[in-house]
């Protein structure tokens, strides 16, 4: 059986051999997850990466998404309204997830949210 973990990213990069080589990464810490899925040891380095994570992760704007897609106000939504919340959330937690909650209650961060919707919508029809 296989699971899909959250917070997995993979990058290609080329070789210098011209060959390519598939990369994981924690999305949140940004630390590299070494093996290949499946594999004991890339259980062992995503368990690692998620200890890590999870320390703070209720101090960070990562927190407070999470908490929102376990709760009854996301779960109530249809199968389809939470597919495209999802795919927009993934821009959100990419972007500001490592915000620590505080820096909410800072005015200016309404500008830099604002500046982000901006450049999204220049390239996203809706």
Request: charged residues 35%; proline residues 4%; without cysteine.
């Amino acid at each position: 059986m296989k699971v899909k973990l959250k917070h997995v990213i993979s990058a290609k990069k080329r070789l210098a051999d011209g060959t390519y080589k598939t990369y994981y990464y924690h999305r949140i810490t940004r630390k590299r997850i070494h093996g290949t899925p499946g594999t004991p040891e890339f259980l062992d380095s995503y368990i690692e990466a998620e200890k890590r994570e999870t320390a703070d992760i209720s101090k960070l704007l990562q927190g407070l998404i999470d908490e929102y897609q376990k709760s009854e106000a996301f779960l109530g939504l249809a199968p389809r309204t939470q597919k495209d919340y999802r795919r927009q959330i993934v821009l959100i937690e990419e972007k500001f997830g490592t915000l620590p909650i505080k820096a909410l209650n800072d005015r200016r961060i309404r500008g830099d949210f604002l500046t982000w919707r901006d450049e999204i919508a220049k390239v996203s029809p809706k």
